[in-house]
């Protein structure tokens, strides 16, 4: 039985465009709704948050620094695999 949640605008997930993001893990977990756990995509909880800040925490008090990842499905509809220019001509 597959029990991962998709991003209803996602669409197609293998014809996704994606957006990665790392970083402080205040400012990553933030703009999360979903956690990877076990390799399976579940709702990121206030149960799943309170244990992760926990974790991050302990990590921070060994003087270890912690980067969070995450990874954004761009809807299929309005960003086609293959067929979307990326204008990077005003990036700084």
Same mark, same amino acid.
């Given at each position: 039985?597959?029990?991962? %949640?998709?991003?209803?605008?996602?669409? *197609?997930? *293998?014809?996704?465009?994606? %957006?990665?993001?790392?970083?402080? =893990? /205040?400012?990553?977990?933030?703009?999360?709704?979903?956690?990877?756990?076990?390799?399976? /995509?579940? =709702?990121?909880?206030?149960?799943?948050?309170?244990?992760?800040?926990?974790?991050?925490?302990?990590?921070?008090?060994?003087?270890?620094? %912690?980067?969070?990842?995450?990874?954004?499905?761009?809807? %299929? /509809?309005?960003? =086609?695999?293959?067929?979307?220019?990326?204008?990077?001509?005003?990036?700084?």
């Amino acid at each position: 039985m597959n029990t991962e %949640v998709k991003n209803p605008a996602a669409g *197609d997930i *293998d014809n996704n465009l994606c %957006v990665y993001m790392k970083g402080a =893990p /205040e400012r990553i977990l933030s703009r999360c709704s979903t956690m990877l756990v076990n390799g399976e /995509e579940v =709702p990121f909880t206030d149960d799943l948050r309170k244990e992760t800040n926990i974790e991050n925490d302990s990590f921070g008090a060994l003087g270890e620094r %912690v980067l969070a990842f995450a990874r954004y499905r761009l809807p %299929v /509809e309005k960003y =086609p695999k293959g067929n979307y220019k990326f204008d990077v001509t005003n990036w700084k």
